[in-house]
């Protein structure tokens, strides 16, 4: 997720998260308390991840202190995935585009050129135009149809912040049609895996794609947030594209990257890193397979930093501690383990697009647990971590949790 993409997400589409009150609230916790004592004798899950937030000191304080009052907008929430799509039609059509490279002259933009321009020439183009309208995306003036403030920063595809590709391809068309399955999934527990969704090469090269799109603003944020002046090496669990891996590499001249990635998406971000300058391309080496299984000798170890980004919300629950355990092992006394994910507040009441990301990651991974800081800390810390700490990455939407390996 981009950096830029939560305030557009944020003021454009996201529906507003239910807001629950008190007694919706504590039904819900004591659900989620049977859901976890299932999930543990069933799964096998490591009873550390699902141990319940108001046993950690800084939960008793937030949950006691803080009880929203805010009432759910139901109909904004039930009918969001209409602007959504209208959102995703309105760049499938290239309709912002249009709007930037023709408009200037005049300020507006008729219908009647968005119909030559687009090759849509039916009356449902007006009834698009008219629905981006309506969401502020489009304004409709005296000389026609010019962008919004948000949409000309964000949207167009010549724009310095421009994250479209990353909504159109990722979100438009392969996330939300795995979302349309959450209620079945949560009752059923079945869905793919990534392993299994991403063994088709089309989907593995269009996400990670859309994620490059998605990742390089976010990557450039993490080195203002993380020290890493004296890191030689790295090892990005999960690094996709390669986004946050380049981003180093090209900001730390004597680093060097080995990304574990699924097969299919390596083949991607090999893409992406061949057409870096060599003294950054050599830097990087691509290792082919599953944080899952053993890892691989290639991966070396004595590593100053591993990195997951976007991977603990992407693999069973049970497997988070045995993530953290290889890192443990992979990294050199001091070194420093960074998870980056979406993470709700460790009181579990929002923020709200991070909970919504949560969820969306159970359609497609079924046995996973939506992250707070405190599920990410015990995992650590149960695996020798320490100095553990957190912060706020992207903005109402993701979190890093960082513990270094013990020096003796
Ligand atoms: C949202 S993407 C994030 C990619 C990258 N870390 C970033 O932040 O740009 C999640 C990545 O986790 C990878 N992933 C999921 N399960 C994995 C597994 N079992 N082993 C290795 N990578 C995995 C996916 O292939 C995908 O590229």
């Known amino acids: 997720m981009t950096t830029v993409a939560v305030r557009c997400l944020q003021r ?10 008190q007694r919706l609230a504590h039904e819900t916790r004591l659900r989620m308390f049977s859901v976890a004592k299932r999930s543990r004798s069933s799964l096998s899950i490591a009873p550390s991840v699902l141990r319940h937030p108001r046993s950690s000191p800084s939960c008793a ?5 803080h009880v929203s009052e805010v009432d ?6 039930a009918y969001g995935f209409m602007a959504s799509q209208v959102l995703f039609a309105g760049l499938e059509l290239n309709i912002f585009d249009h709007i930037s490279d023709h408009a ?7 219908i009647e050129r968005l119909h030559s321009l687009t090759g849509v020439t039916a009356p449902r183009l007006q009834t698009l135009v008219t629905a981006l309208t309506a969401i502020h995306a489009l304004r409709l003036g005296p000389d026609g149809y010019s962008l919004s403030p948000s949409t000309r920063k964000f949207l167009v595809s010549s724009a310095r912040h421009f994250y479209g590709d990353y909504l159109r391809l990722q979100m438009g068309q392969q996330f939300y049609e795995r979302m349309g399955a959450l209620p079945k999934v949560t009752m059923t527990g079945e869905a793919p895996d990534y392993a299994e969704w991403f063994s088709n090469p089309e989907v593995a090269d269009q996400y990670t794609r859309a994620q490059h799109n998605g990742s390089m603003a976010t990557a ?8 890493l002046a004296e890191t030689k090496s790295i090892l990005d669990i999960g690094g996709g594209s390669g986004a946050f891996t380049i981003t180093l590499c090209r900001a730390l001249p004597e680093l060097t990257a080995t990304v574990l990635e699924l097969p299919e998406v390596c083949k991607t971000g090999e893409g992406f890193v ?21 890892w691989p000798v290639e991966l070396k170890d004595g590593h100053d930093v591993v990195l997951t980004s976007y991977v603990s919300g992407s693999i069973p629950a049970s497997a988070i501690r045995v993530l953290y355990e290889r ?6 006394p001091g070194g420093m383990l960074v998870v980056h994910d979406f993470m709700v507040d460790d009181s579990l009441q929002g923020p709200e697009l991070a909970a919504l990301w949560a969820a969306q990651h159970v359609t497609v991974n079924a046995e996973g647990v939506g992250l ?15 100095e553990l700490r957190h912060m706020e990455m992207i903005k109402g939407m993701t979190k890093l949790v960082i513990g270094h390996k013990p020096v003796a």
Do not use: H, N, W
């Open 104 to 110: 200037d002259d005049t300020g507006g933009l008729s």
């Open 12 to 21: 454009c589409l996201a529906p507003r998260l239910p807001a629950m009150g």
């Open 327 to 332: 890192a443990f092992e992979r990294l050199r």
């Open 72 to 77: 759910i907008d139901i109909d904004r929430v």
């Open 61 to 65: 304080r937030s949950c006691a202190s």
């Open 220 to 227: 450039k944020q993490f080195l203002k947030l993380v020290d």
């Open 274 to 294: 061949a057409a870096e300058k060599p003294e950054v391309a050599d830097r990087v080496t691509f290792v082919r397979g599953s944080c899952l299984d053993a």
């Open 372 to 386: 707070a800081p405190y599920i990410v800390k015990e995992a650590m810390q149960g695996v020798g971590f320490t």
